[in-house]
């Protein structure tokens, strides 16, 4: 019989924020940037 292996934490992490971004691309159609800082209409 073979053992499963066991996912450890950072596996998990990865596996879960790479579906969030293939869910976010599907919903935007497009990457979002979220480090990128919002300029204020009023700065222009």
Do not use: Q
């Not at 019989?1 to 066991?6: D, L, P, R, S, V």
């Not at 950072?10 to 971004?21: E, I, Q």
């Not at 979220?34 to 222009?44: E, T």
Request: avoid cysteine; charged fraction near 35%.
């Amino acid at each position: 019989m073979k053992t499963k292996k066991k996912g450890t934490l950072t596996d998990y992490v990865k596996a879960n924020r790479k579906g969030s971004r293939e869910a976010e691309i599907e919903a935007f159609s497009r990457p979002l940037n979220h480090h990128r800082v919002h300029l204020s209409k009023k700065s222009i």
